[in-house]
């Protein structure tokens, strides 16, 4: 199983909602990455698990708040958003903790509206 | 701070026509580039570079690191209409991935 599942693929919410974004990985990869990425733009890094434990943060607003449950998931509440945090959020794995030498394996993403 | 500046930024070809994208980098504690193509939704895997000089082959796609000056290339060979997408460089610090600027590639028929 190569797969990264990720729920739901679209999200409409408002800036008062609190919903949570979800990932899956069967790949016994104990990274997992949070990206998020606007339009015409590159993927951009929020958080990074290794372990089940937070290793970076990207200077991310407190509106969005990892959780990484255990090895397998790892999901991303969102609560009080803006507008402009509507973007692709992208889940992804790889294959050892810190020292990643392989590849990202991504998900499909979730696309978020906020209005 | 890291950065990765891939160029142009944007192409426009014709079928058959071959492409040179180029990834330049400046990170800390280097341990692999990665080259990735983004159509509609997530990027999917290309290659992955560790040595210099080392060319790594599919198909019509070809890549190759250099770590002495610090930059990669990506050449596409026969460009077809499929090969249209942004095509993205990412330097693996150890725990990190950061995606340069990328490089938006259409194919005309």
């Known amino acids: 199983d190569t797969e990264v599942t990720q729920t739901p693929k679209h999200l409409v919410m408002g800036m008062t909602n609190k919903k949570s974004l979800k990932c899956e990985q069967h790949?016994?990869?104990?990274?997992m990455y949070w990206y998020k990425q606007k339009a015409k733009k590159p993927p951009e890094l929020m958080f990074v698990y290794s372990y089940e434990k937070l290793s970076i943060n990207e200077s991310v607003p407190s509106r969005f708040s990892p959780e990484c449950p255990n090895s397998s998931l790892l999901n991303l509440h969102l609560h009080a958003l803006q507008p402009e945090d509507s973007a692709l959020y992208l889940c992804a794995s790889s294959d050892r903790d810190g020292v990643s030498t392989g590849e990202l394996f991504f998900g499909e993403g979730s696309r978020l509206t906020v209005l | 701070e890291d950065k990765v500046v891939q160029s142009p930024l944007s192409l426009v070809v014709h079928e058959g026509d071959t492409v040179t994208l180029n990834c330049s980098y400046e990170v800390t504690n280097f341990r692999s580039l990665l080259w990735y193509k983004q159509e509609k939704k997530a990027p999917t895997f290309l290659f992955m570079l560790t040595s210099s000089g080392i060319e790594k082959k599919s198909g019509r796609l070809s890549s190759i690191l250099d770590k002495k000056e610090l930059f990669s290339i990506l050449n596409i060979t026969a460009t077809q209409t499929g090969d249209s997408a942004v095509y993205l460089c990412a330097p693996n610090t150890g725990n990190q991935f950061y995606f340069g600027t990328g490089t938006s590639l259409t194919v005309i028929p």
């Open positions: 790949m016994g990869h104990r990274a």
